[in-house]
């Protein structure tokens, strides 16, 4: 009872602000194009709902496309790099500049080599680029975490090298992929978000550009409307991520130990 | 079980490079054994003689660096480590299968003969009841008898043991002895088993090789008193075992270094 009370505590908290905010902006009366009252943006949400919900798939489609490329892209140079580690010292530092150039600055060579004939496809590159740095990292570093015993009975056993993959290694990196997966889920929503900004046109019609289309027509309560559906996008991404985690790991592993 | 061949070893060395001071470190040093097919030997000494080295160099997980020894194929032996390392996401019983499983690529068992042995190695450890377990649902005990009849699941003529009940309660202990005895007699494999317990050592052995510093101190032969069915932890035989393996091993280092 107490458990789903304190669950149901952010939502109260939510509802709470909520009605302060329109309370608020009634009593300063406030122009609504600088703070609309939460009703203001439910409404816009439900005049405008046919087009938010069409660039919500729009948004959605390359957010799942670039966290898909980045989890197998990921897993599998993780893969390459924990059996060669040639190929891993050689590869690397690209890998991290990769990373760490910011992708707003690498977007519009992007969009000129990939996206004159298709936007789609360059936003999605961009969001993978973005995407792809924790899956690896995170993957590379589950598969080196198996215990060195483990390995021995792996050997003792005559396993190949794809039977220790499959039999050992990948299960016991699961935890940290799925960790990476969580990172990854939310930074391919940000970049999917950053490229449709960077790609500016109306070629691309997700939330983002109904963010700056309702900010230049200063319709600042459909831009809330729209704000409000990409955060619903993130933690959606989110939970079910997190869901996926507690479905794999919850009868094995540690974290999801139940006391007694 | 086939029967392995005798496990014999020449002059063997294993010098390995510490990777942080780069100085050279001698694990073992001219070791020179046999050990007959069959028979149940210990490995006695204090930590860090070189007993868990001289194994998995038997097992074929470390290369000697001087000297010779017999050869040996890997699916021959069973391995039972110090802890029970089971695959945490696999069942009991799954866990025992695995090297079945992975050996199938080569020798082809079918699918109910690797259910068949499974079951039997559970059997032998008395834990066929908790087969479909998760390692985390039992005690260590219970995860050792695994890790146990993962070993034995593959019939192996030859079993290699690396203080595999050390971390355990002593009557924990004494229970998993007496299953490991029980074995021995009924499957007769030969079994090197590595312990720094002088009445462990006693109790399962028909005799310990002493180690110390790398090398080959001493051998001592267990006599165990003929057709008697009582405890031989209280049989005067079992004591003289004990006093003999404890001045073995209080005995000076046999070479300086």
Redesign the interface.
Not at chain 1, 152 to 160: C, F, H, I, N
Not at chain 1, 251 to 254: A, F, G, I, V
């Given at each position: 009872m107490r458990a789903a009370l304190l669950r149901l505590l952010p939502l109260g908290v939510g509802v709470a602000m909520l009605g302060l905010w329109e309370i608020c902006v009634h009593l300063t009366q406030l122009p609504i194009f600088v703070l609309p009252p939460p009703s203001a943006i439910g409404t816009a949400l439900v005049d405008n709902f046919a087009t938010l919900m069409g660039s919500l798939w729009v948004t959605l489609r390359i957010t799942v496309l670039a966290f898909f490329w980045a989890v197998v892209s990921g897993l599998a140079l993780a893969i390459i790099f924990t059996r060669a580690r040639l190929i891993e010292l050689a590869l690397y530092p690209y890998v991290v500049t990769l990373q760490v150039t910011p992708v707003v600055a690498i977007a519009p060579l992007i969009l000129i080599w990939v996206g004159f004939d298709h936007v789609d496809r360059a936003l999605v590159i961009i969001a993978w680029i973005v995407a792809f740095f924790p899956m690896l990292t995170n993957a590379v570093q589950g598969l080196r975490s198996t215990?060195p015993?483990?390995h021995?009975?792996?050997?003792?056993?005559?396993?190949?090298w794809w039977?220790r993959l499959y039999?050992?290694e990948l299960?016991?990196a699961?935890p940290a992929m799925l960790t990476g997966t969580k990172i990854s889920g939310g930074l391919a929503l940000i970049g999917a978000v950053v490229a449709e900004f960077v790609a500016g046109s109306g070629a691309s019609t997700g939330l983002a550009w109904r963010i700056i289309e309702a900010g230049n027509r200063l319709e600042i309560a459909s831009l809330f409307a729209a704000l409000a559906l990409l955060s619903a996008l993130g933690i959606a991404l989110f939970y079910a991520l997190t869901l996926l985690e507690w479905l794999v790991l919850r009868?094995?592993?540690?974290s999801f130990?139940k006391s007694g | 079980m086939t029967r392995a061949p005798d496990l014999a070893l020449h002059n063997i060395g294993l010098t390995y490079r510490q990777p942080r001071s780069g100085e050279d470190v001698t694990a073992l040093r001219d070791i020179t054994a046999r050990f007959a097919a069959g028979s149940f030997t210990a490995l006695v000494g204090p930590s860090g003689c070189g007993k868990s080295s001289l194994l998995?160099l038997l097992?074929g997980?470390l290369p000697p660096t001087q000297g010779d020894m017999s050869a040996v194929t890997?699916?021959d032996?069973g391995?039972v480590?110090q802890?029970p390392?089971l695959?945490?996401?696999r069942s009991v019983f799954d866990n025992v299968a695995?090297?079945l499983?992975?050996?199938n690529?080569?020798s082809g068992f079918s699918r109910a003969e690797i259910d068949t042995r499974v079951i039997e190695a559970l059997t032998w450890v008395g834990l066929e009841a908790r087969a479909k377990a998760?390692?985390?649902e039992l005690s260590g005990g219970m995860k050792m008898r695994v890790s146990l009849a993962r070993a034995l699941a593959k019939r192996p003529p030859i079993l290699l043991m690396d203080e595999p009940f050390a971390a355990l309660d002593e009557l924990t202990r004494f229970r998993l002895d007496d299953d490991l005895r029980t074995i021995w007699q009924q499957q007769k494999p030969t079994i090197i088993f590595v312990t720094h317990s002088v009445t462990e050592a006693a109790y399962l052995a028909e005799r310990a090789l002493v180690m110390r510093e790398g090398a080959l101190q001493s051998e001592v032969v267990i006599e165990r008193p003929k057709n008697s069915q009582g405890n031989f932890r209280a049989a005067p035989e079992f004591h003289a075992a004990c006093a003999a393996l404890g001045e073995a091993l209080a005995a000076p280092p046999a070479r300086a270094s």
């Open positions: 215990e015993q483990l021995d009975v792996m050997t003792l056993a005559g396993a190949s039977q039999y050992l299960p016991a699961l009868r094995w592993h540690d130990a | 998995r097992a997980l890997q699916s032996i391995f480590f802890e390392t695959l945490a996401w695995l090297p499983k992975i050996a690529r080569k998760l390692p985390r």
